[in-house]
């Protein structure tokens, strides 16, 4: 167990009045693209910024601080595992996409067999075969007084353990989220079933029967379920603490009839015009929740966090269903290039973040669970994670993570082709990333990149730069080693990929 609870101080804060304490929205969503907002999140307005309509993320990037070098994971259930825990996915070893129990999903590999990594997801037990076992974040909010609301895609825990509801971690409340990724469909009329297009009724979205038959978004019907227990939780004067996760804007895609004759008028094809539609559904989600805020004036003491879980699935991903292609950034979903990683994010923090701001700190996802505790009260409650707190750069400190070096670990085959896309570790540190190959038949085995001249990760300069390459391999394989991460085997030789060096 990595974490250890001050009991006693946990409990004296609960006993804290309830409007001390800041609601806190955290508004996830699934494979949504750095450029896929109206929102830029570079120094330009890119074509893909005037393609899609996100009034809302506008608004919010408004009145809160916009982050333009954000990052996930780039596979959904380890961007999840590390908000939970602040674990780095290296350290969590759940560092692919899980689903049934004791099952891997990575696919075959030529040369590598992959490590018996934590299939199982995040457990509250720790008799649980291959899991994470940690006390995840819901639970210490839950602790002190905040209503846990739980709104969405989970994917926490596999099939048959504790993890797969979120109840078990510490929500109070589970609205349609259980072990699955992604939903069986989007619209009501089809029960958000997968069956209707002959697929596996393990992706149906479980607790919406109310809405089965009827014309409805499925994000706009997790939305309407949130806020009816958000409602509940102020009558009842409890702070809240609301995790909209979306299932949006992952695929099964289905048109939007509410949205989607803009984008078709535009002339974009049927998918691309569908998953534009999709876009603005959630951005009508988040709208909505903004607006309930101000109507009950909630707005002034709620803190508003908005996220992707990984970056856009490109023209290279996994099932070759192109619909977002993250330009200028390179690759998409599952690669350790910028489009697979780089992510939008915005804070919005009323009284005490600037309206309007912007910082350009790079951040990761495992970031979001101390800065959460903090901002809750619980900064000193909790000990030893690998995130950092970003409340001092809401302060507009830059120097909280200065020459601070991130890092991603996926000894795994995630499947999917494109620039990018393998087993692979990287570092990333004051503009230069290395990339780490684990096949050692891969010609280039690294690849090293100056980001703050080749956002778009062209010029592969690891030969070029040997004193660059071979300080930040040392450095990444350093991690590694401290963290005891997973490596992949050589099948030729039965022998552990060897660290970076």
């Known amino acids: 167990m990595r974490f250890v609870g001050l009991f006693s101080?946990?409990?004296?804060?609960?006993?804290?009045?309830?409007?001390?304490?800041p609601n806190i929205v955290l508004f996830l969503v699934d494979d949504m693209g750095w450029q896929d907002t109206s929102v830029p999140f570079s120094d330009e307005v890119t074509p893909f910024n005037k393609r899609y309509r996100t009034p809302n993320m506008e608004r919010l990037a408004e009145d809160g601080v916009k982050f333009t070098n954000a990052y996930a994971c780039s596979i959904c259930s380890p961007t999840r595992i590390s908000l939970m825990t602040g674990m780095n996915a290296a350290r969590h070893r759940v560092t692919n996409w899980t689903l049934r129990k004791n099952a891997s999903n990575d696919r075959k590999h030529p040369v590598l067999d992959f490590p018996e990594w934590n299939v199982n997801g995040l457990s509250p037990d720790p008799r649980i075969e291959r899991t994470f076992h940690a006390r995840a974040l819901p639970d210490y909010l839950k602790v002190v007084g905040y209503e846990t609301i739980h709104v969405g895609?989970?994917?926490?825990?596999?099939?048959?353990?504790?993890?797969?509801?979120p109840l078990n971690i510490g929500f109070s409340v589970n609205i349609a989220g259980h072990a699955a990724g992604g939903p069986g469909s989007?619209?009501?009329?089809?029960?958000?079933?997968?069956?209707?297009?002959?697929?596996?009724?393990?992706?149906?979205?479980?607790?919406?029967?109310?809405?089965?038959?009827?014309?409805?978004?499925?994000?706009?019907?997790?939305?309407?379920?949130?806020?009816?227990?958000?409602?509940?939780?102020?009558?009842?004067?409890?702070?809240?603490?609301l995790y909209m996760s979306h299932y949006a804007v992952h695929v099964p895609f289905a048109e939007d009839s509410r949205f989607i004759e803009r984008y078709k008028a535009m002339g974009l094809d049927e998918k691309e015009a569908m998953y534009a539609a999709m876009v603005e559904g959630m951005d009508k989600s988040l709208g909505d929740i903004l607006d309930y805020l101000d109507e009950n004036k909630l707005s002034e003491n709620t803190i508003v966090m908005?996220?992707?879980?990984?970056?856009?699935?490109?023209?290279?991903?996994?099932?070759?269903?192109?619909?977002?292609?993250?330009?200028?950034?390179?690759?998409?979903?599952?690669?350790?290039?910028?489009?697979?990683?780089?992510?939008?994010?915005?804070?919005?923090?009323?009284?005490?973040?600037?309206?309007?701001?912007?910082?350009?700190?790079?951040?990761?996802?495992?970031?979001?669970?101390?800065?959460?505790?903090?901002?809750?009260?619980?900064?000193?409650?909790v000990i030893e994670a690998d995130g950092r707190s970003i409340v001092p750069l809401l302060k507009g400190s830059p120097s909280a993570s200065s020459g601070r070096?991130?890092?991603?670990?996926?000894?795994?085959?995630?499947?999917?082709?494109?620039?990018?896309?393998?087993?692979?570790?990287?570092?990333?540190?004051?503009?230069?990333?290395?990339?780490?190959?684990?096949?050692?038949?891969?010609?280039?085995?690294?690849?090293?990149?100056?980001?703050?001249?080749?956002?778009?990760?062209?010029?592969?300069?690891?030969?070029?730069?040997?004193?660059?390459?071979?300080?930040?391999?040392?450095?990444?394989?350093?991690?590694?080693?401290?963290?005891?991460?997973?490596?992949?085997?050589?099948?030729a030789t039965g022998e552990l990929v060897e660290l970076p060096r």
């Open 405 to 491: 070096p991130l890092f991603w670990h996926v000894p795994n085959n995630w499947g999917g082709r494109g620039p990018g896309i393998g087993p692979s570790s990287t570092i990333l540190k004051n503009g230069w990333k290395l990339i780490y190959y684990h096949n050692p038949e891969r010609v280039p085995r690294y690849e090293l990149f100056n980001l703050e001249e080749d956002l778009g990760e062209t010029e592969n300069l690891a030969d070029s730069n040997p004193e660059k390459r071979d300080a930040l391999a040392k450095e990444l394989a350093a991690y590694l080693e401290s963290v005891e991460a997973q490596m992949p085997t050589i099948k």
């Open 186 to 241: 989007f619209l009501g009329t089809q029960n958000f079933s997968a069956i209707w297009r002959d697929g596996d009724e393990i992706w149906d979205v479980p607790g919406l029967e109310k809405y089965h038959g009827k014309d409805i978004f499925l994000t706009e019907a997790l939305t309407r379920e949130g806020l009816a227990s958000v409602d509940k939780a102020v009558k009842e004067e409890k702070p809240f603490f």
């Open 9 to 21: 101080c946990l409990f004296l804060l609960a006993s804290s009045a309830a409007e001390e304490k």
């Open 153 to 165: 895609k989970a994917h926490f825990g596999a099939v048959g353990t504790p993890g797969e509801d």
């Open 306 to 381: 908005f996220m992707s879980d990984n970056g856009g699935l490109s023209a290279h991903g996994r099932g070759g269903e192109p619909h977002t292609h993250n330009r200028p950034l390179s690759s998409g979903k599952g690669s350790a290039h910028e489009g697979g990683v780089r992510v939008p994010m915005i804070v919005k923090w009323p009284g005490f973040a600037e309206a309007g701001g912007v910082s350009e700190n790079p951040v990761i996802i495992e970031d979001f669970f101390p800065s959460i505790l903090e901002m809750a009260g619980l900064g000193d409650s």
